[in-house]
């Protein structure tokens, strides 16, 4: 037997010390060199033959190939490659521009050029990190523009600053996972029976789409009590559940299609008991009877119009998480259970969202600059600009966002605007590019997206009282508000104007109250803009009362009702993103953010303190955005205690004035 035959490697990196190995060679025939040598990476059709524990290619720069001491040159002497080119520098070989932005080099520095909708220094923050949605729309990103706004019930423009009269709702699919929809509250009478009608123009035949909904507030199974209706391909298809199991009748073929939006079309249907019936226009009616021996309908008394609230339609049973908003006209929408006659097109309690009216359209010729295309969202639209071309309208040529283009101060947030940008600033921060330090002693919101945000205290107990001072200049906006989470369960406590009047309203667990019901305390008088008023909220025991400058009114918690123990961040004048707001904790549903001062809080008569130069025992701010001094000075009114008065020294720094001696903050 000869001598085994044996292979051996090394290698060896920079000036670092030679690793080598060795294995026995395979027995055979003599090899020959019939194969290639791969540089950077392998062809897919090698990817597969080969046992490596990386197969993802380097991004680097390679030179000075020798092989068996002769020089190669790796480009010129290649018979073969893909996606090389010629390597000038390493400052953007890694490709550190996220989502889409282009690294633009100078020298050994880099920096991002931003595509639409993005922002930071290497564009990895959508515009929607800061709303920039008005009234609690919902921001979306969206390929091309960037972004949209889904805009709430009533509102409506590329920022959903346009009010909107609906007559006949105009729904879109669904962008970004999220649909347009109207929600109405319903009579607890349809438990057993119920008859509804509704008319419909569908934009288009290709869509698998939800047009009715009524179901559980809760993520259904298969036994879950729902009843909905689908436009699939044409088909009007009725879907109901009485915890039995699903049942579905449908139109014997499609309704007719005579264009793009153009036929009326009628849909009549109803249940009694386990029995459902369908009639679309002249259709013969089409009826079922649901499996199992359940017959009735328990669900929230909620009717969903043109899609739901959820992502992607999640929590819905059956196959309803595979469709999509509904797109058209979908409007005279009437309900009749026994002697209940409901259109919930009037009801005032309606909430929705990016719900458009049928035969208006934001798309015009000059909607979008610059041959930018436009796309029409019911609501809202947003524009496909094309390269060379910013912006939500493509009025700009480049990203004003862009980290060599703004001025923003390191630690603010640059927002793009239709024209231009502004700066959010962070606490303590202010001026156009947030370039001035704010020292604050009274906090003045500036209603651009402003919030204040505090640790979170205790209102659980039968005992709870908030004070404070609100000098308001605008009649609408978000003074208080903490919510507080225990799984799926949520409650709330919010302060809020609507036309000048101060609302109270108070989400409690438990008791008998219809799902989405609120407690409402009102102010008894409309407060005055640009004037300080005493406010004080809470609880005794189940009363729950509002007082303005001393007026009170008060309502009560019904029996069994309470509110969880604090677990979220107190909000002062409004919140990070309006959107998250639940349903129902503002007047009108249309939230904003406060413009005006907040002074002298107290939560159950201890100070609380809002700046970070008050001398509250309690933890100071925890972040705030677009905040400044309400007077200007550091005379504010919870630097002196004790009936003390602030005075500025001539170096403008305070001091207090206490009736027997000045002091710095006249302590007991």
């Given amino acids: ?50 046992d490596i524990p990386v197969k993802n290619g380097v991004i680097a720069c390679m030179y000075s190939l020798q092989i068996d001491g002769e020089k190669k040159e790796i480009y010129e002497d290649a018979v073969d490659g893909f996606s090389v080119t010629e390597c000038s520098s390493l400052a953007c070989l890694s490709s550190p521009c996220l989502n889409g932005g282009s690294c633009v080099e100078s020298g050994h520095n880099w920096h991002c050029l931003c595509s639409n909708g993005y922002v930071g220094n290497k564009c990895e923050d959508s515009v929607c990190k800061n709303n920039p949605c008005n009234f609690g729309g919902t921001c979306v990103q969206y390929p091309g523009s960037g972004f949209a706004c889904l805009c709430p019930l009533g509102k409506h423009g590329l920022y959903c600053d346009q009010d909107l009269e609906i007559g006949q709702p105009y729904f879109s699919s669904s962008i970004g996972g999220l649909s347009s929809y109207t929600a109405y509250p319903l009579p607890g009478a349809i438990h057993h029976s ?6 419909f123009i569908p934009s288009t035949m290709d869509q698998i789409a939800l047009m009715i909904f009524i179901g559980q507030d809760h993520p259904h199974d298969p036994t879950s009590d729902h009843l909905a209706v689908s436009f699939i391909k044409g088909y009007v298809v009725l879907t109901w559940n009485l915890g039995s199991g699903p049942r579905r009748i449908f139109t014997p073929h499609p309704v007719a299609d005579s264009g793009r939006g153009k036929q009326t079309h009628i849909v009549r249907l109803g249940r009694i008991g386990q029995q459902g019936w369908l009639q679309v226009d002249n259709m013969p009616n089409i009826t079922g009877t649901s499996p199992g021996w359940l017959s009735q309908l328990n669900t929230e008394p909620i009717l969903f119009v043109g899609g739901y609230e959820s992502h992607n339609f999640s929590g819905l049973p059956h196959d309803l998480p595979l469709h999509s908003g509904y797109t058209g006209c979908l409007y005279g929408v009437e309900l009749r259970a026994g002697r209940v006659r409901l259109f919930p097109h009037r009801s005032k309690d309606a909430k929705g969202r990016n719900v458009g009216q049928c035969s208006t359209r934001h798309c015009h010729d000059s909607t979008c600059l610059h041959g930018g295309a436009c796309l029409d969202h019911a609501a809202t639209f947003s524009c496909l600009c094309h ?21 923003c101060s390191q630690g603010s947030t640059c927002v793009p605007l239709q024209s231009g940008y502004e700066c959010d600033c962070p606490l303590g921060k202010s001026g156009k590019h947030c370039e001035v330090d704010e020292p604050l002693s009274d906090v003045s919101f500036s209603g651009k997206r ?31 508000f903490m919510q507080q989470n225990q799984g799926p369960t949520v409650t709330f406590i919010s302060l809020s104007l609507h036309g000048g009047i101060l609302e109270l309203r108070i989400s409690p667990l438990g008791g008998q109250r219809r799902a989405g019901d609120v407690l409402v305390v009102r102010s008894g008088r409309v407060l005055a803009m640009g004037e300080w008023t005493t406010v004080r909220a809470g609880r005794y ?25 604090g677990n979220k961040p107190l909000y002062i004048g409004g919140v990070p993103d309006l959107s998250n707001l639940p349903s129902g904790s503002v007047a009108g549903g249309l939230p904003a953010p406060l413009k005006g001062c907040v002074r002298k809080l107290r939560i159950n008569w201890q100070p609380v303190a809002l700046t970070t130069t008050a001398t509250a025992t309690t933890a100071g701010p925890l972040e705030g955005r677009n905040l400044i001094d309400c007077d200007g000075t550091l005379c504010g009114a919870d630097i002196c205690h004790n009936g003390g008065t602030c005075q500025l020294t001539p170096d403008k720094k305070p001091t207090c004035s206490c009736p027997k001696v000045t002091m710095k903050y006249c302590p007991q």
Wanted: net charge negative.
């Fill in 1 to 50: 037997m000869g001598l085994e035959r044996r292979c051996s490697a090394m290698l060896r990196v920079n000036n670092s010390l030679a690793m080598s190995g060795e294995q026995p060679a395979v027995p055979g025939p003599a090899l020959h060199n019939t194969g290639a040598l791969y540089l950077g990476g392998l062809p897919q059709h090698i990817l597969h033959q080969v």
């Fill in 194 to 199: 119920f008859e509804l009608r509704f008319h």
């Fill in 387 to 407: 390269d060379g071309w910013f912006g939500a309208e493509c009025s700009m040529s480049s990203n004003p966002c862009d980290s060599t283009r703004h001025n």
């Fill in 450 to 480: 402003s919030y204040l945000s505090l640790e979170s205290v205790d209102i659980d107990g039968p005992e709870a009282c908030i004070d404070l001072q609100l000098k308001p200049m605008s009649e609408r906006g978000l003074v208080l």
């Fill in 541 to 565: 025991g189940r009363r729950v009362f509002l007082s303005v400058d001393g007026t009170v009114n008060a309502g009560n918690l019904l029996p069994g009702e309470t509110l969880l123990p």
